[in-house]
């Protein structure tokens, strides 16, 4: 499996030289993924890098591929910018499932508010991510989650 936590960046500030990617190192068993990433604009590649690497090493991984990569990047965008505030709420943890007939997107971070799907005006330039996410998931939803926060989670079925 690809090494994403080698994943680099060019840092915004000298503040962010020491940012690193995973807080921990993730945690993968025989059908799971979970790691822990910064708020941060790049986390969202970083989650597709994982999912993909992720896919690669199981059975009809490719299958999920497509639909996963859209999906985890709407839901790792939409923690990083609404997520918490910046001074204390730095992490967002991003896991994937992969059950036969079934992959399972969950981002959880630290603000309580839920996500609403939303109408946008034509010359937008954003909103339209959980439209995106109804349009490709079997199913999603949101709810608390032990602790502080949220959880933000999709169900996607496989290509073809």
């Given amino acids: 499996m690809r090494d ?6 060019e840092p915004e500030s000298e ?6 990617w995973f807080d921990r190192p993730p945690v993968v068993t ?6 822990w990433l910064p708020r941060h604009p790049r986390s969202a590649a970083v ?5 993909r690497a992720f896919l690669a090493c199981r059975p009809d991984g490719g299958l999920y591929v497509e639909t996963g990569e859209l999906v985890v990047s709407e839901l790792v965008a939409n923690a990083v ?8 709420d730095k992490l967002v943890n991003v896991r994937f499932d992969l059950a036969p007939g079934l992959l399972h997107i969950e981002v959880h971070d630290a603000s309580e ?6 109408t946008v ?14 349009q490709l ?17 999709a169900a996607c079925g496989p290509q073809g």
């Avoid at 025989?30 to 790691?35: A, V």
């Avoid at 005006?121 to 996410?133: I, K, M, P, Q």
């Fill in 137 to 153: 998931a079997l199913e999603w939803g949101c709810g608390p989650r032990d602790g502080i926060g949220k959880r933000v989670w």
């Fill in 15 to 20: 503040e962010d030289e020491e940012e690193r």
């Fill in 30 to 35: 025989e059908t799971g993924w979970s790691g």
């Fill in 81 to 88: 910018l609404h997520g918490g505030t910046a001074e204390t």
């Fill in 47 to 51: 989650a597709r890098a994982a999912l």
């Fill in 113 to 118: 508010a839920l996500p609403q799907p939303r």
């Fill in 121 to 134: 005006g034509l010359e937008a330039e954003s909103g339209r991510g959980l439209w995106l996410v109804e």
């Fill in 4 to 9: 994403v936590t080698a994943l680099s960046f």
